[in-house]
């Protein structure tokens, strides 16, 4: 297996885990419906960063001692089981107070660290990206190639697919604006995504290693 071979077999898988909807679809389409399209790609480049961090610390080694250790496995997973559930339920509540739909102070710069921040650090406290990356960087990583180098390449890619399909999402909640930006549907966008975030971290919470 050449490098080459390699990182188009990967981008395949990679593009695969990026279809599947999940936590970073539900952010991505949230904020686009909900604040703006920049808003959006911000939590993107924010969800991308997790990825890349989590790549280079597999191919570092360092995530391993999450495979061999149940106990940090766990307590990281719980971590992020706890602040999906609280973000989720978070939107809820202000679904329903509708505090969205009132006028805010925040700062445009606050709105996207924000965004930025959320998309990050859902992605760093969900330990399952590492242990993906542990198992398929080996598999990716010809023999004469540089295991380190090899995996920022594969994260990359990762990242590189994220961003392509985070414009898709960005790309159709614009086309659709004017129907999703009326005060109810971005009410129900935050019940809906509030309710998708909590499924998800009890899921996590329950979930065996």
Partial sequence: MTVTSALLSFAVVAALMTLVPGVDTALILRSAVTRSRLDALVAALGICSGVFIWGIIAAAGASAVLAASQLA??????????????????????????????????????????????????????????????????????????ALLMGIALSAVHVAMTLAWAGVLILGASLAGQWLSTPKAVTWMDRITGTVLVGFGLRVALSKP
Avoid: C, H
């Fill in 73 to 146: 496995y766990q307590i990281l997973t719980y971590a992020g089981a706890a602040y999906l559930i609280f973000l989720g339920g978070q939107m809820i509540y202000r679904s329903l107070r509708r505090r969205e739909l009132e006028p805010t102070n925040v700062s445009v710069a606050s709105s996207k660290w924000k965004a930025y921040a959320t998309g990050l650090v859902t992605n760093l406290l969900n330990p399952k990206i590492g242990v993906f990356y542990i198992a398929v960087i080996p598999q990716f990583t010809p023999a004469d190639a540089n």
